[in-house]
C-alpha cells in the first residue's frame, strides 16, 4: 500500500473487486494477517535467540509459542473490531460516502501488508532502525487508511468528530506497530538488571537450601549421639521400678527365710521346754 495524492484505496482498489459472496474481499486481507501472525511470532523468537547466542548472562533460550496466539489476538481484534466501530459511526453519523462493513475490513487488512517486511528486519539488533522502520511504516499505511476514511466523514457537520475520527486511527495505527515491537522483540529478553536481580536472588535461594540442608543434619546427628529427655526419663523411670521390683524379691526371700528358721526352730525350742529337769 503506497500512498498517493487524491487516492481512495477503497473506491480505487477494492470496489472493483468482483464480489463473490465476500470470499475474494476477504481473501488477501485473511492471509496478509495469517502471515502477519506467523512471521511476528517467527521472527520474535529468532530475535531472542540472536540476543541469547553467546551470552554470559546464563539466560537459557526456549521458543514461546504463546507468541503465535498473542499476536492472532490481536491482529485479529484489530482488523474486526476497528472496521465495524468506524462502520458503525459512519452509519450513525450518516456520513456522506457509506462503506460497506467489508471494505472498511479490507482496507485493514492491506494496511497490515507492510508490517510483514516490517517484521523481518525487526531481528536486526538496532533500535535506531527498529524506530525507524516503525516511522517509515506508520507513515505509510496509516496515510492510506486516512486518505480513504477521510472522504466518509469530511463532510460531518461536526469537525471536531471528524478529525477526531482521522486521529485515533492513525494513533491506533501507530500503537498496533509499537506494541508489535515492544512486546515481540524488545521484551523477549530480560534487561541486563532483571538478569542481575535473577542472579541474585538464585543466589540467596541457594545459601537459604543450604543453611536449611546444614541445620536438618545438624539435627539428625544430635538425635543419633544424644538421647533426649523424654528418653532419659523413660530410662530413669524403667531403672527405678528395676531397682523396685528387686528389692521387692530381696525382701519377700528375708520373709520366706524367716518362716523357715521359724518352723525348725520354734518346735525344738518348745521340746527342751516341756523336758523335766
Known amino acids: 500500500m503506497l500512498p498517493r495524492f487524491g487516492s481512495n484505496f477503497i473506491t480505487d482498489h477494492i470496489q472493483p473487486l468482483p464480489d463473490l459472496w465476500g470470499i475474494l474481499y476477504l481473501f488477501r486481507p485473511f492471509w496478509i494477517s495469517v502471515t502477519l501472525v506467523f512471521s511476528t511470532a517467527i521472527c520474535g523468537n529468532l530475535a531472542k535467540y540472536i540476543q541469547t547466542s553467546g551470552a554470559s548472562t546464563g539466560y537459557q533460550y526456549g521458543s514461546d509459542f504463546r507468541l503465535v496466539t498473542g499476536a492472532s489476538t490481536i491482529i485479529f481484534c484489530y482488523v474486526v473490531l476497528v472496521p465495524f466501530v468506524l462502520y458503525s459511526l459512519f452509519w450513525y453519523r450518516k456520513s456522506y460516502l457509506q462503506y460497506s462493513y467489508l471494505d472498511i475490513l479490507c482496507a485493514y487488512g492491506y494496511s497490515l501488508s507492510i508490517f510483514v517486511p516490517v517484521s523481518v528486519l525487526w ?25 480513504s476514511i ?6 460531518d457537520h461536526n469537525k471536531a468528530i471528524a478529525l477526531g475520527t482521522i486521529l485515533i486511527v492513525l494513533l491506533l495505527h501507530s500503537l498496533v506497530a509499537v506494541g508489535f515491537k515492544e512486546y515481540y522483540f524488545d521484551a523477549s529478553l530480560p534487561s541486563k538488571l532483571e538478569t542481575e536481580n535473577f542472579h541474585l536472588l538464585h543466589q540467596q535461594v541457594q545459601n537459604i537450601e543450604h543453611s536449611h540442608a546444614r541445620l536438618e543434619v545438624s539435627s539428625v546427628m544430635n538425635n543419633l549421639t544424644a538421647p533426649n529427655e523424654a528418653e532419659v526419663s523413660q530410662m530413669k523411670m524403667e531403672k527405678s521400678d528395676e531397682n523396685n521390683e528387686n528389692i521387692r524379691k530381696k525382701e519377700d526371700v528375708g520373709i520366706e527365710n524367716m518362716k523357715e528358721l521359724n518352723a525348725t526352730t520354734v518346735p525344738k525350742v518348745a521340746a527342751k521346754i516341756s523336758k523335766p529337769v
Open 123 to 147: 531481528v536486526l539488533q538496532a533500535q535506531w532502525f527498529r524506530w525507524l522502520l516503525i516511522i517509515l511504516s506508520v507513515a505509510l499505511s496509516g496515510s492510506v487508511l486516512a486518505n
Open 150 to 155: 477521510w472522504p466518509a466523514i469530511k463532510n
